[in-house]
């Protein structure tokens, strides 16, 4: 069955570069979701979109911003890079954005700021 | 607001049960989710209960659910090395959004 495709999986960029991320839902989703993950911690929610549209947002920094195209593909763009964005950045989509449908995980993509 | 909590280890010999332990707070919390993470790996979703429900079995894995207590179970039966990983414990947060609050995951050791 297809899932959560992410890309690239591996990215090294430098401090103030500027990183996209990639995330290609399972079809017929229509919900895609953004988490965060530092080395050692648990997930943290950052952004999520249905039907193209923002629906929620976590602990995103103001230097991210994503967004959902026609096709439900969506990118997490990151300028001004830190050290500490250093993380495994995770997309997850769900049928729809209604608390039950479950969510599934894609690899994620494993960005190194130095 | 918002918080789940688990205890970060667990060591386990081959062949026994392990039993990983789960608290939360939000008790508007509809569904609850175990996700397994490999390293280096991404999030397996393994399982998940709906919170009218008590118990879910699927195989080897047994999800158990007081929602009194606000405190959720992983079983794995005849855990096995393949199971070695961080096991992490979820809840949707309130809004009526698939929103997940992670807890700090437990890493599960498998030794012969």
């Known amino acids: 069955a297809a899932g959560v495709i992410q890309s690239p999986r591996h990215l090294i960029k430098e401090k103030r570069e500027t990183a996209t991320l990639k995330c290609y839902p399972i079809?017929?989703?229509?919900?895609v979701y953004w988490y965060q993950q530092g080395p050692g911690q648990d997930p943290q929610f950052l952004i999520s979109f249905y039907e193209k549209m923002q629906s929620d947002k976590g602990s995103i920094p103001d230097r991210f911003s994503a967004q959902q195209f026609s096709d439900y593909h969506s990118e997490l763009n990151m300028s001004s890079l830190e050290l500490g964005d250093s993380a495994l950045y995770f997309c997850?989509?769900?049928?729809?954005?209604?608390?039950?449908?479950?969510?599934?995980f894609g690899e994620g993509s494993w960005l190194t700021v130095v | 607001g918002e918080d789940v909590e688990q205890s970060l280890f667990l060591s386990v010999r081959e062949g026994d049960s392990s039993v990983i332990n789960c608290t939360y707070t939000d008790s508007s919390s509809t569904y609850l989710y175990w996700y397994k993470q490999e390293p280096g790996a991404g999030l397996q979703l393994l399982t998940y209960?709906?919170?009218?429900?008590d118990m879910k079995q699927d195989q080897r894995l047994t999800v158990l659910l007081n929602k009194k207590d606000k405190h959720l179970s992983l079983r794995i039966a005849d855990t096995q090395t393949g199971d070695s990983a961080i096991y992490f414990c979820?809840?949707?947060?309130?809004?009526?959004?698939?929103?997940?609050?992670f807890g700090a995951g437990t890493r599960l050791a498998v030794h012969p």
């Open positions: 209960i709906f919170s009218n429900m």
């Open positions: 997850a989509s769900s049928p729809n954005q209604i608390s039950g449908n479950t969510i599934y």
């Open positions: 979820a809840e949707t947060a309130s809004g009526g959004y698939n929103k997940l609050i």
């Open positions: 079809p017929r989703h229509d919900t």
